[in-house]
């Protein structure tokens, strides 16, 4: 897109006098914005019944609760989390409480020694003979593999499986220590990639016959999806706006938020500007087949404000060409690209999954059946219905009171 649009100017000239700004107003701004998210992220704690609050002190969070200790003495008290108050270090904050949480629903107390202050496990390299965490790998892979075909999902699984083990110290004797420091380290609470690391680790534990298997069931089962809640529209329509000009990533963000699809899907898609449709591969979650689906606009008019027909990307693939190790690397990449845009028009820490999840909260507002919407997603009725349902009643809630305001 060689041509920028009066409003991708008139964004790029925003955006810019807010990096112009005075070093005090900077610090007046980050100080609003930390104030604005722990608040955000207290009403969270409560929505989900979590006793517990992050506050500032004197440029350090802390957390902010009633607990039991190991002596059994319960009063209010103020744990240090060990982090200042640069707003970067809030999903930090708020991962350490879901983790103190979990730990006090599991054993009615809180620890000694918080996790966050706890010393990372300094991994022994094996050489007493014990088998080393790169021999167990091996081992593993070869009994993935044994009796399976080497088709294209289950290759896909077996990659993402693998990436995780790689994480591991190669060189180091395998030890359940060294594995539950990883998952208690490296996986925010109540995550997904806990669950499924947890999950990993123990097959390979059990595979390699370690003791203490059963230790790993104290992260498994944990993850439920979070559902869905409508962002400020306005906001991430400023932030395509600023991408789009972008001949890297502006047509995939652009693309993503009027499609909805999963953003490794965007690198496949062709936009049809006459109808509102699209194709594009889905590539859906637990190693399932891919398949060709046809993804709607919401709306077609943003499409072509936006030039969608013009394709911008740095890799394409079909079914037959998809590498998940290219286009994990890209989109990593793009992650990276994206977050000081996010933070420049107010939507700091806005991923790429959460503008897809914003086409699905829009796609409710917008009164579109639930089977055509899922079909567009890529993912079945249930999912959408069970991910978005908080949207369905604000909707319902919003109409009902309609009723009342005449």
């Known amino acids: 897109m060689n041509k920028k649009s009066d409003n991708f100017n008139k964004t790029k000239l925003g955006g810019n006098r807010l990096t112009r700004s005075s070093s005090g107003s900077n610090s007046e701004l980050n100080s609003e914005l930390v104030t604005q998210n722990i608040e955000e992220i207290n009403q969270k704690f409560k929505e989900r019944s979590i006793k517990a609050k992050i506050f500032a002190k004197q440029n350090y ?11 059994g003495i319960r009063k209010e008290r103020k744990i ?10 809030l999903v930090s904050a708020e991962a350490r409480i879901l983790q103190l949480n979990e730990y006090v629903q599991k054993n009615g107390f809180i620890p000694d020694v918080m996790m966050w202050d706890t010393p990372r496990i300094n991994p022994v390299i094996s050489t007493s003979g014990g088998i080393t965490i ?17 088709t294209a999902p289950k290759i896909r699984s077996y990659k993402l499986i693998e990436y995780y083990l790689k994480q591991l110290p190669q060189d180091a004797e395998l030890t359940i220590e060294v594995l539950l420091d990883y998952i208690i380290h490296d996986c925010e609470p109540e995550s997904k990639k806990r669950d499924s690391v947890a999950q990993y680790f123990k097959r390979l534990s059990i595979l390699n016959g370690l003791k203490g298997t059963k230790k790993f069931d104290n992260f498994i089962g944990k993850y439920e999806p979070k559902k869905r809640t409508s962002k400020d529209d306005q906001k991430l329509i400023d932030l395509v706006d600023l991408c789009r000009p972008n001949e890297r990533y502006g047509w995939t963000i652009a693309s993503q938020y009027i499609y909805g699809t999963r953003i490794a899907e965007t690198y496949s898609l062709i936009p049809d500007l006459d109808s509102g449709t699209a194709t594009s591969v889905c590539i859906p979650k637990g190693g399932k087949a891919m398949y060709i689906k046809y993804p709607i606009a919401l709306t077609n008019e943003l499409a072509q404000r936006w030039e969608l027909d013009k394709i911008e990307r740095p890799y394409t693939f079909d079914i037959e060409t998809y590498d998940p190790t290219i286009t994990k690397k890209i989109i990593d990449h793009l992650r990276r690209w994206l977050k000081p845009r996010a933070k420049e028009v107010g939507l700091e820490g806005i991923q790429p999954t959460d503008i897809r999840h914003a086409w699905g909260v829009r ?15 890529g993912h079945d009725p249930r999912t959408h219905f069970a991910t978005y349902t908080q949207t369905y009643e604000q909707k319902d809630a919003k109409k009902q009171a309609k009723k009342y305001q005449k």
């Open 61 to 71: 969070l802390y957390i902010r609760g009633t607990f039991t200790d190991t002596k």
């Open 80 to 89: 240090p989390l060990r982090l200042t108050t640069d707003i970067r270090n």
């Open 134 to 150: 790169g021999e167990a790998v091996k081992r593993f892979e070869i009994d993935y593999w044994e009796g399976k075909k080497k």
């Open 363 to 377: 796609s409710i507002l917008a009164d579109m059946e639930v089977r055509t919407a899922s079909k567009s997603m």
